[in-house]
């Protein structure tokens, strides 16, 4: 992990708990989806609803809200989803409509998580 990515997971952890872990191939990620059926599962897709900082922090509030105890944010690699995970996962987020590595998704992902929390909480931060 890149040390922005570390800060950024550190900086979160104050605010909740946060696990980032890695799969290989879509069998792996769908069987982790299937252990976490409580979980709300996200696409990171550049087809995906777009979002500002202060609409992805509201609808980050509203997850949280209405109890969900669970987000998993899923990053693809190069090759993108294959229709398996595609069809498990129904809810897409684009974090542009520009295409990035999956490394600097989660950097950026992780920053708007951060963002978004500190929106919520009327920190300074996101101005």
């Given at each position: 992990m890149c040390a922005l990515l570390d800060e950024y997971?550190?900086?979160i952890?104050?605010?909740c708990p946060i696990e980032l872990i890695e799969?290989?191939?879509a069998a792996a990620a769908i069987k982790k989806l299937d252990a976490e059926r409580a979980a709300t599962a996200v696409?990171?897709?550049a087809g995906g609803k777009s979002?500002?900082?202060q609409a992805f922090a509201k609808w980050l509030g509203e997850?949280?809200?209405r109890g969900t105890r669970e987000i998993i944010f899923v990053c693809g690699d190069a090759d993108g989803f294959p229709a398996a995970l595609r069809e498990r996962v129904k809810q897409k987020v684009s974090l542009s409509a520009m295409t990035y590595s999956h490394e600097l998704a989660r950097v950026m992902l992780a920053e708007q998580i951060?963002?978004?929390f500190a929106i919520l909480s009327g920190s300074p931060y996101p101005k």
């Open positions: 997971v550190k900086r952890s104050r605010t799969v290989r191939d696409l990171l897709d979002y500002d900082s997850q949280r809200d951060y963002r978004a």
